[in-house]
């Protein structure tokens, strides 16, 4: 299995879980065209779209990925608002219930974001293991138990927006909705120090924040914390993301 990272952050979200023979749509948050790129105009072995929310930056392509024939999965109140031209194709998952998408088997479940349902998911595959991927959240309330690979948000730090918005910035407010929307390097470090990582493969930072992250820093403390092989997403990125590591 491989993770193929079309873009990822505010400029825009989508991931594929590629194998041979399957692969499986993270988020659509770019134009049609990146995702047709990196599929090399082959949808034929795309099984499904899981969409965590709404917002352009991770659903601008809903319409045309089903224009595909993809189909997409995300909650019941996200597909009403994003109101599709091709409901048939767009098929709704609440949280903790589980759909099998091809050969994935995918659990969704509830995060903390300003949206009408938010959701992460937790995806299964017998090449890849069991896959959190968590996004767009300020807090998550489970663990998961055996994961082998983690796809997860760390947008911001804590001392960088401190810094920049703190009280004599006149920019709180900007503070406090990044606070209430996003994973922060130290939620991120929480999240995992709170789950058995014993066979974790890969951790994947994604959606870091152009102007309030530090790639090398988050890289390296997360490596120091939890002694896996840690990689900060980036554009066109393609990793190994196996149930084991050989």
Known sequence: MKLKVISTGSIGNAYILESENE???????????????????DFSKVVGCLVSHEHQDH??????VMGLGIT????????????????????????KEIVKIGSFKVMAFDVKHDAVEPLGFLIEH???????????????????KGLNNIIIEANFSKEI???KFGSDSGKEFLRNRILRS?????????????????????????????SNSNAKQFQREVSDLTGKNVTVAEKD???DFNLTPF
Do not use: W
């Open 182 to 210: 996003h994973f922060s390097l130290e939620n991120c470090k929480e999240m995992l120090a709170a789950n058995d990582l014993s066979k974790v493969n890969n951790i994947v930072l994604i959606h870091l924040s152009d």
């Open 161 to 163: 927006i401190d810094r």
């Open 59 to 64: 659903a601008k392509s809903f319409d045309e």
């Open 126 to 144: 017998p090449e890849c293991g069991k896959v959190l991927f968590l996004t767009d959240t300020n807090y998550c309330e489970y663990t998961f």
């Open 237 to 239: 990125l393609i990793i």
């Open 23 to 41: 692969a499986l749509l993270i988020e659509c948050g770019v134009n049609i065209m990146d995702i047709k790129k990196a599929l090399n105009f």
């Open 72 to 95: 997409t999965y995300t909650g019941a109140k996200t597909t009403q608002f994003l109101n599709p031209d091709n409901f048939h194709r767009s098929l709704t998952i609440a949280s």
